[in-house]
């Protein structure tokens, strides 16, 4: 296998411990959703560097509406600080903005905020960064049976290919690597349909403090990794 081939086109991350971080030294939760921010800048950057075509960030589960209305607002109100830091810097990288999840429920001024800078980063042509925002695994399974139901398909006829046309990550490679930080050995309804074959990697560094060395870690262990898909090793 080529070095190429050995780096993951698609990795999905699972930010997990914002809370933690801001407890640790004494200051609200929602600053650990702003330093997380911070650390989305530097993990973009840099993994578009090492070569992967999509980073796929989890920034709000379907779970996540039973936490404080006032700690909802602060992660909803994110995108509209981020698109005005950060869309330069993303013209400047090359790098392009997509969001997966539910729009339903998303307050209009968050996904203004999304939907404006994935069009002032349409014409990029590297890395996608893609925000998996009101995103639940079972939520978008449940949506594409939906819209599957209400084409003109012949249902019988369904495959996997054409199912995965009608998932939220439609044109998207599977996540080859998907890294869960602060500890937690589980998925919480993330990507359940493409994850089948994922490698997965947990870190127990909290998501602020999540960067260049600790992504390199992660690449380095998924090159150790025998993917064989359900055949032989090779
Ligand atoms: C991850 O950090 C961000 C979101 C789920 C929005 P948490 O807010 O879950 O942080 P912990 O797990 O409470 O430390
Ligand atoms: C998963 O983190 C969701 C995101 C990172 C957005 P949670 O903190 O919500 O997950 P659980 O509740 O510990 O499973
Ligand atoms: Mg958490």
Do not use: C
């Not at 019988?156 to 990550?169: G, P, Q, V």
Request: charged share 30%.
């Amino acid at each position: 296998m080529t070095e190429s081939q050995k780096i993951p086109r698609h990795v999905a991350v699972i930010m997990d411990g914002n809370g933690r971080w801001a407890k640790a030294q004494g200051k609200p939760r929602v600053f650990g959703h702003k330093a997380g921010m911070d650390a989305v800048e530097r993990t973009a950057i840099y993994a578009q560097k090492r070569g992967i075509d999509v980073l796929t960030v989890y920034a709000f589960s379907t779970e996540n509406w039973s936490r404080p209305m006032d700690e909802v607002k602060f992660i909803m109100s994110l995108p509209i600080d981020f698109y005005k830091r950060f869309v330069p810097v993303l013209n400047r990288e090359n790098i392009r903005i997509g969001m997966i999840g539910d729009r339903e429920g998303v307050p209009d001024a968050t996904l203004k905020a999304i939907d404006q800078a994935a069009v002032d980063t349409a014409q990029n042509t590297g890395m996608l960064l893609n925000f998996a925002m009101n995103y639940g695994g079972r939520a978008e399974i449940l949506q594409a049976i939906r819209k599957l139901a209400n084409s003109d398909m012949d249902l019988s006829a369904l495959t996997e290919e054409k199912f995965s046309d009608a998932m939220y990550t439609s044109g998207l490679p599977d996540p080859d690597l998907i890294i869960r930080t602060s500890g937690e050995l589980r998925l919480s309804n993330f990507l359940p349909w493409q994850s089948v074959y994922s490698e997965l990697y947990f870190t127990d560094v909290l998501w602020p403090d999540f960067d260049e060395a600790e992504l390199d870690k992660a690449l380095e262990e998924f090159k150790k990794r025998d993917r064989r898909i359900g055949g032989l090793s090779k």
